[in-house]
């Protein structure tokens, strides 16, 4: 059987904790930021989790995270 592949786009997006949930980077904080406040962009530099509904999804498409 061959070696499955790893989904390159997602692998540079999500990286597994030790307790094995699925951390992620928040989305908004790249450009456009002059609009938004000062707490809202500091609070899109902490990693969150990705969400239980979409976390199985996730860890098939990366099958050696």
Known sequence: MPKMKTNRGAAKRFKLTASGKVKRNKANAS?????????????????????????KAIKRILPYA
């Not at 450009?31 to 530099?45: A, E, G, Q, V, Y």
């Open 31 to 55: 450009h456009i930021l002059t609009k938004k406040s000062t707490k809202r962009k500091r609070k899109f530099r902490k990693a969150g989790l990705v969400d239980a509904s979409n976390e």
